[in-house]
């Protein structure tokens, strides 16, 4: 027989957001299940030292943190399923909703908190040297590199954003784009050209990371000019490559409003999306931000939420009974 599983609050998702849903969820007394996906934890389990989550004096490690999120989550009462959503039916309440296993899940309310993954240039070095000077957030890891020479790649709003942040903490910054102009908005381009610490290198893409001897990490970035095909090396102490995300989103076309990028929209200042009981938190609905201290609050926002929506709709079902 195929298994199934009813509650009134499911969460797709175990980082931040899902977990924060997850404990407020619970402590709210609807037994949240949370089906943690592909990447259980989110992307800080692939993420080392992290120092700027609130209540931490000293650098604690990602994966410890999400497994202590998890431990607090199923101690207040939510349960854990190791699953992955492949099919969902959202025309009606309750949502059905059935994993790559066949496990089907019933749900009177539904929190999608699935994320969204960094893309990658996809090069040799890039995956060996994460963590060890290669990045994907300068909000996250720019202050280890401060006094030190680093390099963004990309030429969109978030590479330029990057870059100026970056010049908080480094007087040596180089962006990197494979074109010869930028895809970023004018006044960004405008204050990212008359900053003195930063460099354009135009019409370049790189050919591979490289690092140094032992556990030294990232020393250089080796480039290969699109226009001449000559190549060369960039010394540099970290690379940032900023050239997008893509939200996990796909499951949900056609379902659910998303924007141009692939984001699930919610209402401005809230989490509910296009279908009532619905919710959208964290990366997959914040394109800006992209932070696990706004992900987890966005997660609290979602939890609520769902309390108020259950509310009235226990009200509204007490009432047409009650006519």
Known sequence: MTASHSTRMLILGSGPAGLSAAIYGARAGLAPIVVQGLQPGGQLTITTDVENYPGFRDVIQGPWLMQEMQAQAEHVGATMMWDTIVDVDLSERPFRLRGDGGTLYVCDTLVIATGAQAKWLGVEGEAALG?????????????????KKVAVIGGGNTAVEEALYLTNHSQDVTLIHRRDSLRAEKILQDRLFAHPNVKVLWNKQVDRFVGGAGNE??????????????????????????????????????????????????????????VPGVFGAGDVSDKVYRQAVTAAGMGCMAALDVERFLAEADFEARATVAA
């Open 131 to 147: 963590g060890k000077g290669v990045s994907a957030c300068a909000t996250c890891d720019g202050f280890f590199y401060r006094g």
């Open 217 to 274: 990490g990232l020393v250089a970035i080796a480039l290969r000019d699109t226009e001449t095909g000559e190549t060369s090396e960039l010394a540099v102490d970290g690379g940032f490559v900023a050239i997008g995300h893509s939200p996990a989103t796909e499951l949900f076309r056609g379902h659910l409003e998303l924007d141009e990028d692939g984001y699930l929209i919610v209402e401005k200042g809230g989490t509910r999306t296009s």
